[in-house]
């Protein structure tokens, strides 16, 4: 410490700017300064000059040095270089081994107690090894009622299941007991949906008892539940069956019908023998879920029926049949729902009537100012006028072949009454004859409005072709389309059925003849309404003289029945070939009772040729049979005016 002081005084003393400088507190700065403090004068002032020539000296050796050893110093720093990155990185490699020796302590605690772990299972292994078989036969037990469940091998699989069931009771807390539980019961619900599956099949009542006594066991579904089960998987295999094509409306409501017919039968006898519920009126939980299946069944069947019928162009009775059959059948049950077809194949019917006698009208008017009246032929008939009826039969006058449209209007309303023949309902019969009483009307109407507009256009072979038109629709259309309704319709059902006219009015006010051809009156003589003769008074005195003859003969007389064939004024002047075809058209006798084709075979060759001239029409089945077959006027494709 004393030599410390010193030596900062002697810096003070020769060196006072340099008193804080950092080669002041130097040993070697010191040692030097000792030194120069022992110098004399000339010691002193030769100092400087010395001190050069040594610099000099020591920077030549310094040099000479350099160049004779700069190979060991360029050595020298690169291994100072490297040697100081290798302590670098070794103090890191260090500094990172300090960290890790508590990770590694700990890595080597875990790695003795895996190997203990390891250990104890090897030792587990060896004790498995010695019990491999009876292991073995336990865990193919999940494998082997696989195997079942797939080849429907489902009693064995029952068994299997039982016995795991045992094995899980025993040694519960054994994990793999545990697993093998959970792989059984996996392939129960796998053999579950398996059974569900095949009542979703076409399977008879023996394979349906065999099946409901397997869900029994699994115990999967209560009782109330096996029969909601029963009942929804067949009825989806019902509506699988019901999947059928719709092109055709005839073939679908029949394919419809009769498989919805026999399934649904099927179905409530295997619900009946399986659940033994019956259906006869009990009222216990079962037979409510049979009971409103079968609705919904029906519900669904009639809203086919709805959706599909109106889409019937014909033969409705065809149809009608086999849905009356279906719902008789399953009266056995105690559902007979025919009451619930009739709305149905009411509207259908109707509809069809309705639309086959409008579109017949509607294409009369519209080609009735297109009419060529002049180019009539008049073809005379005994039968024209009031027509009488056989039985059941109508008889249509071969005088509606004189005008070509008006045997094609009268041949629409024969088909008409034809198809509604098939399916004729007592409660549309009301609709019916409003709709040929609007039909006829409509038609009247028209023929009253063309000749007001075109009468004075007329020249006399068109007006006389116009009024035997009109006297040929009043006085042998309408009474023949009232005569069909009444064949189809019996007055005494009429007055029965509901909204019908009841006992108090006639049949003839239905369809009022009077009323339809009331617009006529003006220029149609047959449409005029017939004149009383006014009755004759007779001498009393000469009555009781001539007796019981004379009584008669003084009776009032009876009105005078209406005109049935076009008034003299209204016919045409025939010229010598039309005179000789009526000639032999009325002494033509056609057999009223015979088919369409005896008759054209009937029908004279002559007449053909006499009617080239008139406008092409054909009469099938002149004298038809609205009951006993179709009777309907189709029109000449060829146009060669042949009577058929």
Known sequence: AVVAVMAEQRVRLLLPAAENAPWSSSPVAAEYLDELASYDYASLAA?????????????????????????????TAHCSRDVFKDFVEVEQHAEALEEQLPAFAETCKSFLATAQEINEQRRINTLTLQHHTQLLEILEIPQLMDTCVKNKYFEESLQLRAHVQRLVKKHSDIPMIQSIAQEVEGCTRQMLAGLLQQLRSDVQLTECLRIIGHLRALKAFSERDLRVHFLQARDAWLQKELSLPTADAHQFISKTV?????????????????????????????????????????????????????????????ALGPCMHFALSLGRHGVDFRVLLCPIFERAALRLFSTALQAGTQDFISQLPTLALGTHTIIADSTTGPQEKQGDAVHVPLALMSHRSLAVLTNTYLVAFNELREC????????????????????????????????????????????????????????????????????????SAPGS????????????????????????????????????????????????????????????????????EALPESNEEEEAAMARAEQTEIDTSGSPEAEASEAPTETADALDSAPSTELVDQQASVDGGKGATQDDDDGDGDLA
């Not at 309404?529 to 019981?548: F, Y």
């Open 258 to 318: 009769e498989v919805s017919r026999v399934h649904i039968f099927n179905i409530i006898t295997q619900y009946n023998a399986i659940f033994s519920g019956g259906t006869g009126g009990t009222s216990d939980q079962g037979s409510s879920f049979l009971y409103s299946w079968i609705v919904l069944k029906i519900q669904q069947f009639l809203e086919t029926l709805a959706q599909h019928v109106p889409r019937l162009k014909d033969r409705l009775g065809s």
């Open 47 to 75: 100092g400087p000059s010395r001190l050069q020539t040594e610099r000099a000296r020591l920077n030549e050796a310094t040099q000479t040095l350099a160049f004779q050893n700069y190979k060991a110093f360029i050595h």
């Open 424 to 495: 004729a309902p007592l409660t549309v019969s009301n609709a019916v004859a409003k709709e040929c009483h609007r039909s006829l009307k409509a038609l009247a109407s028209a023929l009253a409005a063309h000749h007001a507009d075109t009468h004075r256009l007329f020249d006399q072979r068109e007006a006389a072709g116009f009024d035997l038109m009109c006297n040929l629709f009043v006085t042998a259309m309408v009474p023949t389309i009232k005569h069909c309704f009444e064949a189809i319709y019996k007055p005494l059902l009429l007055q």
């Open 501 to 568: 006219a009841g006992p108090a009015k006639k049949l003839g006010d239905i369809i009022d003849e009077r009323d339809i051809v009331s617009c006529l009156e003006s220029f149609c003589e047959a449409a005029k309404p017939p004149r009383a003769i006014a009755p004759v008074a007779l001498d009393e005195e000469k009555v009781a003289a001539a007796g019981g003859d004379a009584e008669a003969s003084a009776a009032p007389a009876a009105p005078a029945a209406p005109t049935d064939e076009p008034s003299a």
